[in-house]
């Protein structure tokens, strides 16, 4: 990288990429070509930012300048005036603003070009499996992992070195190291920014720990919707295989570790680490019980220890930088940082990286920005669709793995959606249940028939028929789904009815008993009528409506049906006169 | 061995590490629910898959409930299995269930018979709760020549999948779809008709509920009673006789072939006959067939085909034809007893009789499902009417006989008609495991070395065990004998075949556990296999109770020889006895 004196970095994230980035990076080295610079700047194509709504980014180095909302279009501006000018072009101008954010797992993301290993290998890459390999027995290695604190960061938060020891102390002559990259969370994309901007931080940490537990075979397991990921993880496995850094002998110490990619169809459930070793043995990706656990007998079954992407990420660096610094990093309990997918009503969506112990305000009112057009803060949902909704009063509370859980809710993989005063929670609740209806895998009774029916009674209650003793049906169904499903996902999935339950009691009983949506979320609550003062009969409702609902004269007071009114709001968006209105 | 100890409802107890909490609460008396779990401990077989949560129970320290089939005790485990909490938790789960399930037991032919419904009134479920908003999954209803498959009453507790899969190996039955629409069916939720299923049966046999069950014939037979211009003769196979009064409420193992004979009589059948007789035709017929093979590889010739396979059972048959297509010329080309039967009471009794093929109605009695759907087969049908018209289970016969307001306790006992009613005591013996090759034995080895035997009991060719090989001496010569119940255990035995290390001239093979008396019609087990063990002492009883133990040796077999087919595998014998068989492997790949 050093020899150009500038570096212009243009993400190559999947979300970028959608904003026509890869046409951005041609303009841009066209443009330099043109000038003659190709000495001067050199243009890179990264992995993910993580300022996925200020995309296309372009950051440019040393200067350690941001561009936002870049158009291929403005490659011209950027050469002409930031390169040969030496003036920043203000109308693209970006500040980060999040001073807040740590960056251990997503550390290369946004900065190397994730196809160029020797970019990798100059930011200390491979430097920890050189050390593990010739100065630490596996013993030491997993110590010192114990030592960190670090825990899983796909959802349980069980410590990373502790899974590590119990698949070592397997007997076994094969074992097998799975990455599990089958992040199915809706809004999360975590996983696939760095397996798309770092690939090899995760190589590296599979070969580590294949060395730990004695196995010599990796796996990861990865979802076909990710194409880009799977193309930048295969153009870095066989680097590394070029380099040594995986096959046979690596680095000359005798120990070989080879990794091979396994696809998934993109179920949710096949995140669970046992649905997800009988989705690779090409059976139904669905869970078994635990025990035996995948360390005992896994894929094949054989010895196989699972970690998450995220986790992976985070493994070269505490071996590089050192257990103490990275123990500094979060609380007591859960150590160094977590990554987390921001969205819905912030002003600052995408991935960010925060130490763990930062609290809620912080993340959603400094590093997102606060609400989006001045809207009231309402309720965070974390944990993805199984995690529950954290209100107000949770704002100030340190995040990290036990806390979440206390305050009804849980890390999960790092999913946060914010939502504002518009947002109707029993709609939200119903809205998750959907999600985890559809990725149930029908196994166990409560997951499959108790989340269909919870979400019939949400349904019910949303669609104006529910009755008082609902609430109670509700909370003690998603007691026992939680209870007695088999797996992680019908022992969460009623979290988020339980938790809107419990902090937004009143909206529930405004739809029962006053049959309203106090949000104006739900359709079948709402009634849209005429304001008589304001009306002037000028028919246009009437014309927009596609139901016939509306009747009146010219220049007279138009009125709606409301047994014929489908509640679509044309006529609202069409009348001039604020004569229309919704309650 | 290494043991816990732990408490169960303040009991204590110490049990062998590995054990489940809901063995260990069973060894106290504690009968904790189950719906999903099926022990089939004789098969090796463990069903524990967790999916139905009915057995959930409380322990002390754990966050949430633990399914006790499948939770291993540890140390100082206090377990609580009636606590409100498990109650609660059990109540809404089985009402989960029920609100995915059609709620017509008065017309399920399950119905009485059902686990699930066993279980509603044991939990005492008065309410389905989420009737009145709440959606079912539905499917098509399949309709196969011997099972049908109502899937509306699928509670996903995945049996059958287990026996079609680990047990007979066939694959015909899998998890589809996810969620609330998962069901068990074929691959692409095509028909069964069109899935590498063999109609075996042993999924039926397992079913908790209505979901799967075997096409009924009794209503057409009540027809064909009926009807004055038809003559219906039966034939009822030797595993009938050994079950059939279990639904009676008899002891296991009791032998009713006298009573049946009656009941049958009573129904209105003109002729009652007996599927033994035609046991011992097989015998004559597929014994020869060995002797034939094995003296032509004696003499050195290398085409002939060893070792040579039974033919009787025809969920086996339909096993090789889709899944072993290259040795379909290894099995004997006799046909099973049920046809062998049919060929001759449409042809030389018929005759005898005076009555028209068309008005003839030939029933059998059979304890398996696949003998429907053998009947049905084109080979079996001259001009289209088939040898024999269709076949009803032990247990159809079981509803029948208490339609007609009998009770099978209270019946006389009588003897089957003749000429087709009268057999040796190798005839019975086909119903268990190892039957048929012990009553060819004692055909073969005195047609081979033309001495009297001794002793006509070959126990080494007889029990539980899934693959069983003897040794029997043909007078110098060492017949090597391999056995097999259970297509898994079934394919093992092929797969040398196939690969030409076997190394036995004759294995005897039976697609069901036990052979015939474990068969997909038999009146339900519901996971207690000793009632197998049971029904196979009393085939053996009746056996040893006959006056004739050979099959060559049975009198209207010697007649039948003499006055109709001139002797075994000639050209008479061959037209009407003997059989081909099908490629069905294109069948299975097909996919509509």
């Known amino acids: 990288m050093s020899e150009y004196k500038l570096h212009l970095l243009v993400c190559g994230g999947t979300s970028c990429r959608n904003l026509q980035?890869?046409?951005?990076?041609?303009?841009?080295?066209?443009?330099?070509?043109?000038?003659?610079?190709?000495?001067?700047?050199?243009?890179?194509?990264?992995?993910?930012?993580?300022?996925c709504d200020k995309g296309t980014v372009v950051k440019v180095i040393p200067e350690n300048i941001f561009y936002a909302h870049v158009k291929p279009e403005d490659a011209k501006d950027i050469v002409e005036e930031h390169i040969i000018k030496g003036r920043k072009v203000e109308r693209l101008l970006y500040t980060d603003p999040d001073k807040k954010q740590i960056r251990i797992a997503l550390r290369n993301c946004g900065i190397i070009d994730p196809e160029n290993i020797n970019e990798y290998i100059e930011r200390n890459g491979y430097e920890a499996l050189g050390k593990v390999l010739s100065e630490m027995t596996p013993e030491e290695a997993i110590k010192l992992l114990i030592d960190s604190g670090l825990r899983g960061r796909g959802g349980g938060g069980f410590p990373a070195g502790i899974k590590w020891d119990l698949t070592r102390k397997v007997e076994s002559s094969i074992k097998f190291v799975v990455c599990n990259a089958d992040e199915g969370d809706p809004g999360a994309f975590m996983d696939r920014s760095i397996l798309e901007g770092d690939p090899h931080s995760v190589l590296e940490a599979m070969a580590i720990n294949g060395y730990c537990t004695g196995s010599n075979y990796g796996l990861i397991y990865i979802r076909a919707e990710y194409p880009l990921a799977i193309e930048r993880l295969k153009t870095a496995i066989k680097q590394a295989r070029e380099y040594g850094f995986l096959g046979n002998n690596i680095l000359g110490t005798g120990f070989s570790f080879d990794i091979e990619m396994r696809y998934g169809a993109g179920a949710f459930v096949c995140g669970e680490e046992t649905a997800l070793?009988?989705?690779?043995?090409?059976?139904?990706?669905?869970?078994?019980?635990k025990p035996p656990f995948p360390s005992v007998e896994g894929y094949l079954k054989k010895p196989t220890n699972v970690n998450n992407v995220e986790t992976y990420a985070n493994i070269p660096v505490i071996f590089s930088k050192g257990v103490k610094w990275f123990a500094k990093i979060g609380t007591e309990k859960s150590k160094g940082t977590k990554v987390f997918a921001l969205a819905g009503k912030v002003n600052n969506v995408g991935l960010i990286e925060v130490p763990l112990g930062i609290t809620l305000r912080e993340v959603i009112f400094e590093i997102g920005g606060g609400i989006k057009g001045g809207k009231?803060?309402?309720?965070?949902?974390?944990?993805?669709?199984?995690?529950?909704?954290?209100?107000?009063?949770?704002?100030?509370?340190?995040?990290?793995?036990?806390?979440?859980?206390?305050?009804?809710?849980?890390?999960?993989?790092?999913?946060?959606i914010i939502m504002d005063e518009d947002d109707c929670m029993v709609d939200v609740a119903k809205f998750f249940l959907d999600f985890t209806v559809e990725e149930s895998c029908g196994k166990c009774v409560p997951c499959r028939v108790g989340n269909k029916r919870l979400h019939e009674l949400l349904n019910k209650i949303t669609s104006g028929n529910g009755a008082k003793e609902d609430i109670d049906r509700l909370i003690n169904l998603s007691n026992v789904i939680k209870d007695t499903s088999l797996c992680g996902l019908g022992q969460s999935s009623p979290n988020p009815v339980l938790s809107t339950i419990k902090n937004f009691r009143n909206e529930y009983d405004a739809h029962i008993d006053d049959k309203k949506c106090p949000a104006g979320v739900c359709k079948a609550l709402m009634t849209y009528f005429i304001v008589e003062e304001n009306c002037v009969g000028c028919t246009a409702c009437a014309r927009a409506c596609p139901v016939g609902a509306i009747s009146g004269e010219r220049k007279e007071i138009h009125y709606i049906d409301p047994a014929l009114c489908i509640k679509c709001g044309a006529c609202e968006e069409r009348c001039k006169f604020n004569a229309v209105i919704v309650k | 061995m290494e043991t816990v100890k732990l408490t169960v409802d303040n009991k204590k107890i110490e049990v062998p590490k590995g054990t489940t909490i809901y063995k260990a609460a069973r060894k106290l008396g504690i009968d904790i629910p189950v719906l999903c779990y099926m022990d089939l401990a004789d098969l090796n077989i463990e069903h524990k898959p967790g999916g139905c949560r009915i057995c959930s129970v409380e322990v002390e320290g754990r966050r949430n409930l633990a399914p006790s089939c499948s939770t291993e005790v540890f140390d100082g485990m206090v377990v609580k299995t009636h606590s409100m909490r498990v109650l609660n938790a059990r109540k809404t789960v089985?009402?989960?269930?029920?609100?995915?399930?059609?709620?017509?037991?008065?017309?399920?032919?399950?119905?009485?018979?059902?686990?699930?419904?066993?279980l509603a009134i044991k939990l005492g479920i008065r309410e389905t709760p989420y009737q009145e908003f709440s959606e079912m999954s539905t499917y098509r209803k399949d309709f196969s020549p011997s099972i049908i498959r109502d899937m509306d009453k699928c509670i996903m507790c995945r049996r059958c999948e287990t026996m079609c899969n680990e047990f007979q190996t066939v694959g015909a039955l899998s998890a589809v779809n996810r969620g609330f629409n998962s069901v068990v069916a074929p691959a692409f939720e095509m028909d069964l008709e069109d899935s590498p299923c063999t109609y075996c049966g042993q999924c039926v046999a397992v079913c908790p509920t209505g979901a799967l069950t075997e096409v009924d014939h009794t209503n057409q037979l009540i027809e064909d009673l009926s009807n004055p211009a038809k003559t219906v003769i039966v034939q009822t196979a030797p595993a009938v006789r050994a079950a059939l009064g279990e639904e009676f409420g008899m002891e296991p193992g009791t032998l009713v072939t006298g009573k049946m004979v009656t009941a049958l009589r009573r129904l209105g059948f003109n002729y009652i006959f007996d599927t033994d007789f035609a046991a011992d035709l097989t015998i004559m017929e597929e014994g020869t067939e060995l002797l034939d093979r094995l003296n032509r590889h004696l003499k050195g010739d290398k085409d002939v085909k060893l070792p040579i396979l039974t033919s009787c059972c025809p969920g086996w048959v339909n096993f090789f034809e889709q899944q072993f297509t290259d040795l379909l010329d290894v099995p004997s080309t006799a046909r099973s007893p049920q046809q062998m039967f049919g060929a001759i009471a449409k042809t030389f009794f018929a005759d005898r009789i005076k009555v028209a093929r068309e008005d003839l109605v030939?029933?059998?009695?059979?304890?398996?499902?696949?003998?429907?759907?053998?009947?049905?087969?084109?080979?079996?049908?001259?001009?289209?009417n088939p040898d024999v018209d269709y076949s009803i289970s032990t247990r159809e016969l079981a509803h029948l006989i208490k339609r007609a307001n009998m009770d099978l306790n209270n019946m006389p006992e009588e003897d089957f008609d003749q000429p087709l009613g009268e057999s040796s005591g190798a005839g019975v013996i086909f119903g268990a495991t190892g039957g048929v090759i012990e009553a060819a034995v004692r055909t073969a080895y005195e047609i081979y070395t033309k001495k009297k035997l001794d002793r006509v009991d070959f126990k080494q060719l007889r029990g539980m065990e899934g693959i069983r090989h003897a040794n029997v001496d043909f007078n110098g010569l060492e017949v090597n004998i391999g056995i097999a119940h259970g297509l898994g255990n079934a394919r093992k035995l092929l797969e040398d075949v196939r690969n030409g290390i076997s190394q036995f001239h004759a294995i005897e093979i039976m697609a069901c556990p036990g052979g015939c008396i474990g068969g997909g019609g038999q009146p339900l087990h519901h996971g207690n296999l000793s009632i197998l063990q049971k029904r196979m002492e009393a085939i053996y009883r009746e056996d040893a109770g006959k006056p004739i133990r050979k099959s060559h040796e049975n009198p209207y077999i010697i007649k039948l020889y003499e006055e109709f087919l001139g002797k075994p595998m000639s050209e008479k014998a061959h037209h009407l006895l003997h059989t081909h068989y099908i490629d069905k492997s294109k069948k299975i790949i097909y996919m509509k």
């Open chain 1, 21 to 51: 980035s890869d046409t951005l990076a041609e303009n841009l080295k066209t443009e330099i070509d043109k000038q003659g610079l190709t000495d001067v700047a050199q243009v890179v194509k990264t992995g993910c930012f993580g300022l």
């Open chain 1, 277 to 289: 070793i009988h989705s690779m043995e090409g059976l139904r990706g669905e869970p078994t019980m």
């Open chain 1, 376 to 416: 009231k803060f309402k309720a965070v949902q974390t944990g993805g669709p199984s995690g529950g909704c954290l209100t107000e009063k949770d704002l100030d509370t340190p995040i990290d793995y036990d806390n979440l859980i206390a305050a009804g809710s849980m890390m999960g993989s790092g999913g946060m």
């Open chain 2, 94 to 118: 089985m009402e989960l269930i029920l609100s995915d399930h059609p709620k017509d037991c008065l017309i399920c032919p399950k119905s009485g018979n059902c686990d699930l419904q066993n």
């Open chain 2, 362 to 384: 030939v029933v059998s009695i059979m304890p398996c499902l696949a003998k429907k759907y053998e009947c049905q087969r084109d080979e079996f049908k001259v001009n289209g």
